[in-house]
């Protein structure tokens, strides 16, 4: 399979604790976005990489998120002192230099107890 | 403030039918309009797109309709099948000026249900 990766798909953990998400997206892309989703809306933009370097941080992303691409390949997605709010779940998509195409993966869910 | 907007949050249609889903956007610098396709337990999945120099693009079972004086884009699906069920995602990007890649605004999606 050589889709966008995304580990782990379900993650819980109590209110106050650190988690990471990693993606691997598909190997000829070097851009790779980060994306949350809720309950009834559609994927809300949070961060994008081109190859290592991060050029763009929604005001989504507060100072308790945040993302690395640290050799233009797989990214980790760090969420420090979790709150209930930042249940969601949390997409990672990839797209070659030229295009408007993103894909997706399955995503991560995280519920903060 | 939603800058994609898709008012019909479900969908029910008989299978062999035409299944219509709408979009509204509010951003005129908007220039390129997409359709993703989600399952439950998966990420969402490129269908169809549409340059805004064009009003019409067809792929199969799928023609998107873009109307660029309304700021309305629609999806229709023909003839609709069972394993057509599933949201759908209106999204529409406009090249960045200062950022070299296009920003992508995602509706909030219509969950459509297709009756065999």
Redesign the interface.
Same mark, same amino acid.
């Given at each position: 399979d050589t889709g966008?990766s995304?580990n782990p798909r379900h993650k819980i953990t109590k209110r106050g604790q650190n988690v990471t998400f990693r993606c691997d997206p598909i190997s000829e892309h070097n851009?790779l976005y980060w994306y949350r989703q809720t309950l009834?809306?559609?994927?809300?933009?949070l961060t994008?990489f081109?190859n290592e370097a991060q050029?763009?941080k929604s005001r989504l992303l507060s100072d308790r998120f945040s993302a690395e691409r640290p050799k233009g390949s797989f990214s980790t997605l760090e969420i420090q002192r979790t709150e209930q709010g930042d249940s969601a779940m949390y997409?990672c998509?990839s797209?070659p230099t030229s295009g408007?195409?993103?894909?997706?993966?399955?995503?991560t869910r995280l519920s903060v107890l | 403030d939603q800058q994609?907007k898709q008012n019909s949050?479900s969908l029910s249609v008989q299978e062999g039918r035409i299944s219509i889903l709408n979009c509204d956007y509010t951003n005129s610098m908007f220039d390129?309009f997409?359709w993703?396709k989600k399952y439950p337990?998966?990420?969402?999945?490129?269908l169809i &797109?549409i340059s805004s120099i064009k009003d019409k693009n067809e792929d199969g079972r799928f023609t998107v309709f873009l109307n660029k004086s309304a700021k309305h884009l629609s999806l229709h699906i023909v003839p609709s099948q069972p394993g057509d069920s599933a949201v759908y995602?209106c999204?529409a990007?406009a090249h960045g000026v200062k950022? &070299?890649?296009?920003?992508?605004?995602?509706?909030?999606?219509t969950s459509l249900s297709v009756i065999p």
């Open positions: 966008v995304q851009r009834g809306q559609g994927p809300e933009f994008y081109q050029l763009e997409l998509a797209s408007n195409i993103q894909y997706f993966g399955a995503g | 994609v949050p390129y997409l993703y337990a998966e990420g969402p999945t490129f &797109s995602f999204a990007s950022t &070299s890649y296009d920003k992508v605004i995602f509706g909030p999606g």
